[in-house]
């Protein structure tokens, strides 16, 4: 996961004031852990669902709005908000919670506080989210980074069913304040030792209190008082709304996998050669494929690419996009194995079959079928390119990988190269559909050759242990 110079810069401050006391790091949420609001995606979720109640707390959102002005005012709004909860089902929000997590705000958590989270993590400091949101939008996020606890409003709840009142005292201002003291009272740590990241003026209260405030695409009114106390300042960039240029690049886009499939049909009419009709497909997608979807490369190791074909080539799942970035730097004679969901999707599934990609079914029982396919790629001097972890986390997290590749490489007697995806989830995460235009890292390791591939299970798990440290490191100080 690349690392760029403004994070570099501030885990340099953290490890600045690095002591040997106890310390708790504090995250606000909306907009500093996560682009947007969690509140809207849970809206646009229950509507979604035509959950019969949610267009009524949307409309309460709707009116309310632009009147987020802070203090008394936002408290009262706020609360109008929660009323209109009320005769909600519990569980019912629950699942709403998790369901507007997976498909909006997964792909919406910067990168770049998954980065400075890891950080504190790695020097011992406890992490939390200290939210004035309800739990059923902070928990899901909570889990997915992994944090030691969270601070949110709490909502009452009476027989399963929602009442629309705050049980205790609503999370924010002083009240963020309150909960971030008993947080350190249960690590043993002071305020005066801890680190509170957000974006809004409205966390002040708490900011003022603990001894490392750091402003995080801090609003106008934050940014201006930051200036003049002289605290951090943080721009996340990982994430971002999309605009007319992220539309028209997608539509170009579009039309460059249709332009990609007419290239390797006329390659293939022209030539009678399937394989001079795939890689004539592969030519024309890495090349204007990439240039349309606005991405460039800092590649490491590229020479491992052409050292020795064919080859069982690995790479970390990231994003739909990941088949440009491999169109990209592979360019030819090279086969993929893909899960079979993504043979329907739309365009690109068809040109992936076209391109003779070899779909697996992982439900399957039997996948000899698939193996004897890949099998004959490899004998007929193609490469093959496979994703061990089998599909994409939600949150970006690297799974555990799964041994086919090695079983393919050692029964062919054919190297493994890893390629480190860094951060394609940047030009497009999961979820989204616009893209963004991005530099893409990229780490290419030495060939690993079928001798020195121990069992197929432990050469699966030690690889992963290498591309877990690949990724941990900034890209810039990666070894090859």
């Known amino acids: 996961?690349?690392?760029?110079?403004?994070?570099?810069?501030?885990?340099?401050?953290?490890?600045?004031?690095?002591?040997?006391?106890?310390?708790?790091?504090?995250?606000?949420?909306?907009?500093?852990?996560?682009?947007?609001?969690?509140?809207?995606?849970?809206?646009?979720?229950?509507?979604?669902?035509?959950?019969?109640?949610?267009?009524?707390?949307?409309?309460?959102?709707?009116?309310?709005?632009?009147?987020?002005?802070?203090?008394?005012?936002?408290?009262?709004?706020?609360?109008?908000?929660?009323?209109?909860?009320?005769?909600?089902?519990?569980?019912?929000?629950?699942?709403?919670?998790?369901?507007?997590?997976?498909?909006?705000?997964?792909?919406?958590?910067?990168?770049?506080?998954?980065?400075?989270?890891?950080?504190?993590?790695?020097?011992?400091?406890?992490?939390?989210?200290?939210?004035?949101?309800?739990?059923?939008?902070?928990?899901?996020?909570?889990?997915?980074?992994?944090?030691?606890?969270?601070?949110?409003?709490?909502?009452?709840?009476?027989?399963?069913?929602?009442?629309?009142?705050?049980?205790?005292?609503?999370?924010?201002?002083?009240?963020?304040?309150?909960?971030?003291?008993?947080?350190?009272?249960?690590?043993?740590?002071?305020?005066?030792?801890?680190?509170?990241?957000?974006?809004?003026?409205?966390?002040?209260?708490?900011?003022?209190?603990?001894?490392?405030?750091?402003?995080?695409?801090?609003?106008?009114?934050?940014?201006?008082?930051?200036?003049?106390?002289?605290?951090?300042?943080?721009?996340?960039?990982?994430?971002?709304?999309?605009?007319?240029?992220?539309?028209?690049?997608?539509?170009?886009?579009?039309?460059?996998?249709?332009?990609?499939?007419?290239?390797?049909?006329?390659?293939?009419?022209?030539?009678?050669?399937?394989?001079k009709a795939q890689n004539s497909m592969v030519e024309w997608l890495a090349d204007s494929g990439a240039a349309l979807a606005g991405l460039d490369f800092k590649i490491k190791g590229l020479d491992n690419l052409e050292s020795v074909r064919p080859a069982v080539f690995t790479f970390n799942h990231q994003s739909l996009l990941d088949s440009i970035v491999l169109a990209y730097l592979l360019r030819h004679d090279f086969v993929a194995l893909c899960k079979h969901e993504i043979e329907k999707t739309f365009l690109l599934g068809a040109l992936l079959k076209a391109h003779g990609t070899i779909f697996i079914d992982r439900a399957a029982s039997d996948q000899s079928l698939s193996m004897r396919r890949a099998q004959q790629a490899l004998s007929s001097g193609q490469s093959l390119v496979i994703a061990p972890e089998g599909t994409r986390s939600s949150t970006g997290e690297l799974l555990p990988f799964k041994p086919g590749a090695f079983v393919l490489a050692k029964k062919m007697r054919v190297p493994l190269i890893p390629i480190v995806l860094h951060n394609v989830d940047d030009a497009l995460p999961k979820g989204k559909l616009l893209l963004r235009p991005s530099t893409i890292r990229v780490t290419i390791m030495s060939p690993l050759m079928p001798e020195q591939l121990p069992s197929t299970r432990i050469a699966a798990r030690q690889l992963r242990e290498r591309y877990q440290s690949v990724l941990a490191e900034p890209w810039e100080s990666n070894p090859i």
């Open 1 to 275: 996961m690349a690392i760029d110079k403004p994070v570099l810069d501030h885990l340099a401050l953290i490890d600045e004031h690095e002591t040997t006391v106890k310390t708790v790091a504090y995250f606000d949420m909306d907009r500093t852990l996560l682009l947007g609001y969690s509140a809207v995606s849970l809206v646009l979720e229950g509507v979604r669902k035509r959950h019969p109640e949610m267009k009524r707390v949307a409309r309460q959102i709707i009116a309310n709005i632009d009147n987020r002005n802070g203090g008394k005012q936002y408290v009262s709004v706020y609360q109008r908000v929660l009323h209109a909860f009320s005769g909600l089902e519990e569980g019912a929000f629950i699942d709403l919670g998790q369901a507007a997590f997976d498909r909006h705000l997964a792909a919406s958590i910067y990168r770049e506080a998954r980065q400075i989270i890891r950080h504190h993590h790695a020097l011992g400091h406890k992490v939390v989210i200290v939210s004035a949101a309800t739990r059923y939008q902070v928990q899901p996020v909570a889990e997915a980074l992994g944090v030691d606890n969270f601070c949110c409003t709490e909502l009452c709840v009476d027989n399963g069913v929602l009442t629309g009142e705050v049980q205790g005292e609503l999370c924010y201002g002083e009240g963020k304040v309150a909960a971030a003291r008993k947080m350190a009272m249960r690590y043993r740590a002071r305020l005066d030792h801890s680190w509170f990241y957000s974006d809004s003026k409205d966390d002040l209260p708490l900011l003022k209190r603990v001894g490392h405030p750091v402003t995080v695409n801090p609003s106008t009114p934050l940014a201006d008082y930051a200036v003049a106390v002289d605290w951090p300042m943080l721009r996340f960039s990982s994430r971002g709304m999309p605009n007319i240029e992220s539309a028209l690049r997608t539509a170009l886009m579009v039309n460059s996998l249709l332009t990609s499939a007419t290239a390797g049909a006329a390659s293939w009419v022209l030539s009678g050669s399937p394989v």
